[in-house]
């Protein structure tokens, strides 16, 4: 089956720092979503991308849909304490369910 | 925005136990719901398609026997988990898509489901 590289596993930053994340895959995927989870709760939609090479923001954040469709980043500008969470990004091929990354664990230090 | 409630959000039953999670969007109609499981410290893992009005679509290797779904209207879908045993304890996270739409699932906030 489809399967989705997320990298890095967990980073541990200074806040005000940026980071940046990124999913590869080896199929090619219509749209790119990126998550954010907390502790207990379900994903919260981040940024959906539909288009091959789409550069998309929301506030602080920033994903590309890369121009193969087999690849997304997200940035986070400045980062602040409530940006803590474990990220995931997430494809979709079709009209079937999502296909996730293994997360990023983003840990701020003050 | 669109809202996607799911009930209970935490269960503790003993071993055996069949425990239904109720998946409702509340202000937009989903022909198509979704289920996933997702493990401690792991990546949400889809389980089935739930389609308004006909037979879910499972994933391999998830019994459709153990994991009963029911989407009998358009913002109503239920998973059933049946006899359920220590090893289906997890968290269950269901997902909506607005009906004729191209826009992203919305999900809940997940059940979770422990088994003693």
């Known amino acids: 089956g489809q399967q989705l590289n997320q990298s890095p596993q967990s980073m541990f930053i200074q806040e005000g720092e940026d980071v940046s994340m990124n999913c590869t895959s080896s199929?090619?995927?219509?749209?790119w979503l990126w998550y954010k989870q907390d502790p207990g709760e379900g994903p919260v939609l981040l940024i959906a991308?539909?288009?091959?090479?789409e550069l998309t923001s929301n506030g602080r954040l920033t994903a590309q849909f890369g121009i193969t469709r087999k690849d997304s980043f997200l940035n986070i500008s400045a980062s602040i304490p409530s940006d803590v969470g474990i990220y995931f990004c997430a494809g979709r091929g079709g009209a079937d369910g999502l296909t996730f990354g293994k997360g990023t664990h983003l840990i701020i230090q003050p | 925005g669109a809202v996607v409630s799911q009930h209970p959000s935490r269960v503790i039953c003993k071993s055996g136990t069949s425990v239904k999670i109720e998946c409702r969007s509340l202000d937009f109609q989903a022909t198509t719901m979704f289920w996933y499981r997702q493990f401690p410290k792991q990546s949400l893992m889809l389980m089935a398609t739930s389609n308004e009005g006909s037979k879910a679509t499972y994933e391999q290797g998830v019994e459709k026997d153990k994991f009963l779904i029911n989407h009998a209207s358009l913002t109503l879908s239920t998973l059933t988990v049946t006899s359920a045993h220590p090893e289906d304890s997890s968290f269950y996270i269901c997902s909506a898509r607005q009906a004729y739409s191209n826009q992203p699932q919305h999900f809940g906030d997940g059940t979770r489901l422990s088994i003693l």
């Open positions: 199929s090619i995927f219509n749209t």
């Open positions: 991308l539909y288009k091959a090479g």
